[in-house]
């Protein structure tokens, strides 16, 4: 006997562009800011990443001293002028877009916000004006107006195998952080602050560039029972860092061969769940000839 299962409602997914038609005005202004199949909605996009690539690459030569020095003003004014660009683009956005709650709150509204709001908060805190470099970010357009959703399709997979191991991945790094403790403490208690452990956290952060196996050599025991220690952080290290690859590598075969599994129910105990390639359950044993027929 097959238990017929009743077919599970699917959400809609609300999109912030869609919804009810606007005034005509704001429908055209909809099509040059939103839309990348028309002309003039392709040829918006292009000039908005050539822009904001121009800006990125502004707000990183600013930080060298000696190009800022010389072209201080030039970086002054090019701040701004993007500055304020973007921010009419942003409100153009709330303006023609069908519902700007969700757009404020989407992914990409988050980003077009924060593009443009380390210049007017660097007016209280100068050093913030740096952070316009989150700009790169809204790059991203890039693969919708060039339609290259099948890469967006990829990252989903990525992020979904990451997001089924992070579970594992977090025990993992807990076990790393508690061995680095461990083994902090133990050089400290070694090695002393004439070696260069001063204190216990900085003998954390020791071990855990050892147990990396990054290595930046400020710091390295001195005595022949701390080496030997450390040699044995170093070997642990190259057999820990494969560990989240494998968690993650499983995953992700996981997410590019899903197993194909049957909903029809076993004749014997009435359990689901079994392989479609299944010929007997794996409850309790008993033949799915009749299910597999």
């Known amino acids: 006997?097959?238990?017929?299962?009743?077919?599970?409602?699917?959400?809609?997914?609300?999109?912030?562009?869609?919804?009810?038609?606007?005034?005509?005005?704001?429908?055209?202004?909809?099509?040059?800011?939103?839309?990348?199949?028309?002309?003039?909605?392709?040829?918006f996009d292009i000039v908005l990443i050539i822009a904001i690539a121009i800006s990125v690459l502004s707000v990183m030569l600013s930080s060298v001293d000696a190009i800022h020095k010389e072209y201080s003003k030039i970086f002054f004014y090019t701040e701004w002028t993007f500055t304020i660009l973007f921010s009419v683009e942003y409100i153009l956005r709330l303006i023609s877009v069908r519902q700007p709650?969700?757009?404020?709150?989407?992914?990409f509204g988050i980003i077009d916000l924060l593009?443009?709001?380390?210049?007017?908060?660097?007016?209280?805190?100068?050093?913030?004006?740096?952070?316009?470099?989150?700009?790169?970010?809204?790059?991203?357009?890039?693969?919708?107006?060039f339609k290259l959703a099948e890469y967006v399709e990829e990252a989903e997979t990525l992020m979904t195998a990451l997001k089924n191991s992070s579970q594992k991945i977090l025990v993992f790094l807990y076990t790393v952080l508690t061995l680095s403790i461990i083994f902090g403490s133990l050089l400290?208690?070694?090695?002393?602050?004439?070696?260069?452990?001063?204190?216990?956290?900085?003998?954390?952060?020791w071990a855990i560039v050892t147990l990396t196996t990054v290595g930046y050599g400020?710091?390295?025991?001195?005595?022949?029972?701390?080496?030997?220690?450390?040699?044995?952080?170093?070997?642990?290290?190259?057999g820990i860092i494969a560990v989240p690859t494998g968690i993650y590598s499983a995953e992700l075969i996981k997410s590019y061969y899903p197993a194909k599994i049957s909903n029809d129910a076993c004749p014997n105990c009435g359990k689901i769940g079994h392989d479609t390639d299944a010929d007997f359950c794996k409850y309790c044993g008993g033949s799915l000839a009749e299910v597999n027929e």
């Open 1 to 43: 006997m097959t238990i017929m299962q009743a077919p599970k409602t699917r959400k809609i997914k609300v999109n912030y562009n869609t919804g009810e038609h606007l005034s005509p005005w704001r429908e055209s202004l909809n099509d040059i800011i939103f839309g990348a199949e028309t002309q003039t909605g392709k040829f």
């Open 101 to 107: 709650k969700l757009y404020v709150r989407s992914f």
């Open 115 to 145: 593009s443009i709001l380390p210049t007017y908060i660097g007016l209280l805190l100068p050093g913030i004006k740096y952070m316009l470099i989150i700009r790169i970010l809204r790059l991203l357009r890039i693969f919708r107006i």
């Open 188 to 205: 400290y208690v070694v090695e002393g602050s004439d070696s260069g452990f001063t204190s216990i956290p900085k003998s954390v952060y």
């Open 218 to 238: 400020d710091i390295a025991p001195q005595t022949p029972l701390g080496q030997i220690i450390a040699a044995i952080i170093m070997i642990m290290g190259y």
